[in-house]
């Protein structure tokens, strides 16, 4: 014999609340966004990326290159600074900082050049000189 919850009688026990149905089984022609970020991120085909407006770049795109490339070279400088002031190194902490700073710089600021100078639909820039001939 079991008793319903009737609201008008105080020693009626009340059920117990069920749990959320189960979300429904994604759909196969559309990934989810698990799968969405492992293809980006492991270069697997696609969609295409939406076309890219054709126009030059600001100059403050330029500009916040060399800020970015200045900006990594003073912080491995000031990293150099204080290797030698903890350890004592004077004057390689700050020599080896400064250029692992222009090395990272420069691979910076080349990486960016190569992506603005790709064709589209390429990875990278021209391949060979090939390309050049009539």
């Known amino acids: 014999m079991t008793q319903?919850?009737?609201p008008d009688h105080p020693h009626t026990p009340?059920?117990?609340p069920r749990p959320p149905p189960a979300d429904p089984a994604p759909k196969p022609g559309k990934p989810g966004w698990i799968d969405d970020l492992a293809q980006r991120s492991?270069?697997?085909p696609g969609e295409p990326p939406p076309p890219e407006?054709?126009?030059e770049k600001s100059p403050w795109s330029h500009a916040g290159a060399g800020i970015q490339f200045a900006l990594t070279t003073a912080l491995f400088a000031f990293m150099g600074v204080y290797v030698d002031r903890h350890w004592g190194?004077?004057?390689w902490g700050i020599v080896g900082f400064t250029l692992l700073g222009l090395v990272g710089?420069?691979?910076l600021l080349i990486k960016d050049a190569l992506k603005d100078n790709a064709a589209p639909g390429?990875?990278?820039g021209k391949?060979?000189?090939k390309d050049d001939r009539p």
């Open 42 to 44: 492991a270069g697997l």
């Open 105 to 107: 710089g420069m691979y």
């Open 53 to 55: 407006k054709d126009r």
């Open 14 to 16: 009340t059920p117990a």
């Open 4 to 6: 319903e919850h009737r």
């Open 122 to 124: 390429k990875k990278g």
């Open 89 to 91: 190194t004077p004057p």
């Open 127 to 129: 391949t060979s000189r």
